[in-house]
């Protein structure tokens, strides 16, 4: 399932975020990929460890604590601290995936990557290319968002970042280890969620919602991995 979540900065945030990142060092975006992804990726990165990545990086995790619909969506167990991108004059990612398995910087504890999610710090108007493309069974969905929002894919997916060409593209991006690993089931359960919460703000509590928030949370229970 892909999932935009609209505003999960608020316009503060992002302009106090960019305003940091634009006059921090980025460095080649390599540091992180194995060798497929090293021949097809042409970016900026912060440096994992980066104080500054680190600190922007738990306002993003504390948005996300507070945002519904990411959670209904993601069902996390854990994320990996956010890394920041940046590309400019030309520079892309070419068609890959991503690792399965990433180690918390610090921490050796091992995530696996169920989610992907990419953070939006530039508004469109700021760059042209830099669409993000996932293919998925249906083809290929490109992405492009206001800056503050955030496009959730399945980890499983290939994608790629077409080449900017004028101006920048900064985000943010992290990998999440959900409770439920199976993507269709996810997309199911986010679904049967979100269909409870607008009937219920529509005819109000019943008998029959109690059975269906009941059928929500006994489905998660038997497809939960925690
Ligand atoms: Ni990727």
New binding site residues.
């Given amino acids: 399932m892909m999932l935009h979540i609209p505003g999960v900065l608020t316009r503060d945030q992002v302009a106090d975020m960019r305003r940091r990142l634009d006059q921090s060092q980025w460095v080649d975006g390599r540091a992180t990929v194995g060798e497929q992804g090293a021949k097809v990726k042409q970016n900026r990165q912060l440096p994992e460890t980066a104080p500054l990545a680190l600190e922007l990086g738990q306002i993003i995790l504390a948005a996300l604590a507070d945002n519904p619909l990411f959670f209904a969506a993601a069902l996390p167990l854990r994320t990996i601290p956010p890394l920041f991108n940046r590309y400019a004059g030309g520079e892309h990612?070419g068609a890959?995936?991503?690792g399965s398995m990433r180690r918390i910087p610090g921490s050796g504890e091992w995530v696996r990557t169920d989610v992907?999610s990419t953070l939006f710090l530039s508004d469109p108007d700021e760059y042209d290319g830099g669409e993000l493309i996932v293919t998925d069974q249906y083809g290929e969905h490109e992405v492009k968002l206001p800056a503050g929002d955030l496009i959730l894919y399945p980890s499983t997916s290939i994608?790629r970042v077409e080449p900017v060409t004028r101006g920048a593209r900064v985000c943010s991006?992290f990998w999440t280890q959900s409770m439920v690993r199976d993507d269709l089931r996810r997309g199911m359960l986010l679904e049967l969620d979100q269909n409870i919460q607008s009937l219920r703000a529509r005819v109000g509590d019943s008998p029959e919602m109690v059975g269906l928030t009941g059928h929500y949370h006994n489905l998660l229970r038997q497809w939960s991995e925690v």
């Fill in positions: 990612y890959h995936v991503d992907s994608h991006f």
